[in-house]
């Protein structure tokens, strides 16, 4: 980065500011999640496909990511905004929201009651208006809302991890024989072949395997003690951005697949004492 560049590096807000913006967060995920979840029809259509014709949008998932852009940017029209469904748009303030405005549509077409809402705000000095990186971004505050299950888990960096106000602690969790392990597969046909043989050579090591579906609620459930350890190569950012900081904020390990900075390329969460006994079985 150059002098210039680095003078005008954003600065992350302070304590007061981020209390405020998680407030935010929360208060909009809450109505979208109200949208979603008062407002599924009883058979929800499929509006259209993206990367693949299992990976789907309904018309629910456009109109929760709308309500979302729509609320957020009135609060804050400087930010940048980064959504699963409309992509990225350039803010001023060096801050970008990262929004899944239904994860886990799946569930939600299937009337599965695991869905949530989940909203992130993250500072990337380094890529500043350009889309955020999750490889050099620090997400600031993350709130994801689970409207079936009425559970709302919410986390500001250095300030902590909580579902509905309770502080959340990780496990060490226990030995790998004995750990309970989610994972998710993405929706490219080649990918999943390659993660089938991954789940092949790891069931056998584990408690068990869940795949719950919902990257968000996966990585939320590290956070509660709920599962051991969760693992998935392919996410997008939306997916994780809000959920990585409740779990690391209770204090779980979250790493890629090589033990840096999580990302597409992969996103392992565990207790400390665990993580990298996972770590070493993705390795083999
Ligand atoms: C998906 C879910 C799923 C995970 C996929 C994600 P979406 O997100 O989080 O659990 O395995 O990789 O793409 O498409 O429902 O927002």
Redesign the pocket.
Known sequence: MTADAAAAAPVAPDGTALRELLALAERTAREAGALIHDGRPSRVEVAATKSSPT?VVTAMDTASEALILERLTAARPQDGFLG?ETGHRAGTSGLTWVV?P??????YLYGIRA?AVSIALVLDPVRGASEPDPASWQPLVGCVHDPAGAETWTAVRGGGAHLDGRALHAEDGPELAGALVAT????DAARRAEQAAVVARLLPRVRDLR??????L?LCAVAAGRVDAYY?R???P??FAAALLVATEAGAVVTGFTGGAPGGEGLLAAGPALHPEVLAALAS
């Not at 795949?211 to 968000?216: E, F, K, L, N």
């Open positions: 990976d699963e899944d239904i994860d886990g549509t799946v569930n869905y998710g597969f993405g929706y795949r719950i579906g919902t990257a968000s996966d998935e392919g996410l997008k939306w997916d």
